[in-house]
């Protein structure tokens, strides 16, 4: 039976949800997670393949604006809810529907498409390069001591309901996105995911609870926790479980992490998804003692080279020629001068000779900043053509900060 690529009509959607959560093992989300999904699945960015009556896979978009070097924040449609049937694996289900949704991507004009993949070594034939880490930790906070940025003592901690906070905590969050590349800024809708709580996910820790860090009268940072009790012979063993923390100053950053420094029987700070260069780093007395392991994060790929790179800014001047490859996406290849610095860019179609040659994998894993274009050569993914060209170009697209997806999608 021949199979068919349909856009998704949201009558169908439990039953093409269902096919994606077999798809990821079977296990049912909560019903809180269910919702949240539903509503914010875009039907009519969202497709699937039907074998006859059957549901073989799925994949959808969502309409996002990122965060990217300078400051700017660019159109992207984030790839999202991907699975194929384990009866219908190596039939070509995935590629038909990468096919068609970078297609439907340039179609709507958005530069860029980024993903988060569930197995790394799926997505980089897709032109898709890990452009973003992020860091984990679990920080001994009987062993590790914190010193606090001046003016800690000064800003004033609330503890609130997270629903009541959700407000103040989305305006803070607003301010940061353009202060780092790879953030994504809030649509109506995504301000609930940070509140997921169901009590079946919790492991044995309390319900979420945040705090509000205020200085003047005006919230200035925010964190929003859980904390995990636990006791043995020898006393109190409690975890402090992070869920995101963002501030406006070091002052306030300082005052937050030292009050989950200092909750009563807790010795464990977990952190998720943090930034690489996240400034507690540089507050604790003995890193070796907070476990720091990084993981790929977000993954990004130009869908349109010239308008991509010069959506950006540079970190120094640069002016060279690139030579690109993109098998999946042809329209992409060919010979692109990028010329910028910090205050912007521009990339258009030339003839003149190349000083890089490199694929649209590699230009995604470049594109924030966060992956070193020298790194890349001295895997052999880069090559450089002009003596000269690789410094340049690798000194130009670093970013400072790293770039850091603060949340799933």
């Not at 003592?153 to 353009?178: K, M, S």
């Not at 002052?251 to 909750?263: C, I, M, P």
């Not at 010795?267 to 604790?284: A, E, H, K």
């Not at 540079?314 to 993109?326: G, I």
Request: hydrophobic share 45%; net charge negative; charged share 25%.
């Amino acid at each position: 039976m021949t199979m068919e690529l349909r856009v998704l009509d949201p009558s169908h959607w439990d039953e093409w949800y269902g096919t994606l959560i077999l798809a990821f093992g079977g296990v049912q989300p909560s019903a809180e997670e269910r919702v949240l999904d539903r509503d914010l699945t875009e039907c009519d960015r969202s497709i699937g393949v039907w074998d006859g009556d059957v549901i073989a896979g799925t994949a959808g978009l969502f309409s996002f604006r990122l965060s990217v070097p300078g400051g700017a924040v660019v159109p992207a449609a984030g790839l999202t809810l991907v699975g194929v049937q384990p009866t219908h694996r190596r039939r070509g289900v995935l590629r038909t529907m990468m096919r068609r949704q970078l297609d439907d991507v340039r179609a709507a004009g958005e530069p860029l498409a980024v993903l988060t993949a569930s197995e790394p070594e799926i997505y980089g034939r897709f032109g898709f390069g890990m452009a973003a880490q992020s860091a984990s930790a679990e920080i001994d906070t009987v062993r590790v001591g914190l010193s606090v940025p001046e003016g800690a003592d000064e800003v004033a901690l609330r503890a609130v309901a997270p629903e009541a906070g959700l407000e103040a905590c989305e305006a803070v969050y607003a301010q940061r996105v353009t202060a780092r590349p790879g953030m994504l800024e809030r649509r109506p809708g995504w301000e609930r995911q940070p509140l997921l709580d169901a009590p079946d996910d919790r492991g044995g820790a309390s319900p979420l609870r945040c705090v509000l860090a205020e200085r003047d009268g005006a919230v200035t940072g925010y964190v929003r926790f859980a904390v995990r009790p636990d006791w043995d012979l020898a006393g109190s063993k409690g975890v402090v479980i992070v869920r995101d923390l963002e501030a406006l100053d070091p002052a306030s950053y300082g005052a937050l992490w030292r009050f989950l420094f200092d909750l009563d029987l807790t010795c464990t700070i977990r952190t998720g998804s943090r930034p690489v260069d996240d400034p507690w780093q540089y507050l604790v007395s003995d890193i070796r003692r907070c476990k720091v392991r990084l993981r790929d994060a977000l993954y990004v790929r130009p869908v349109d080279v010239g308008a991509a790179l010069a959506a950006r800014a540079y970190a120094l001047p640069v002016d060279l020629v690139l030579e690109v490859t993109d098998p999946f996406c042809p329209w992409n290849e060919g010979r692109w001068r990028l010329a910028g610095d910090a205050k912007g860019g521009s990339c258009e179609r030339t003839t003149d000779a190349p000083g890089l040659r490199l694929g649209a994998r590699e230009l995604g894993a470049a594109y924030l900043g966060g992956i070193s274009l020298s790194a890349l050569a001295g895997a052999g993914r880069v090559q450089e053509l002009r003596q000269g060209a690789l410094a340049e170009a690798s000194a130009a697209f670093l970013s400072d900060p790293a770039p850091w997806l603060p949340h799933s999608f």
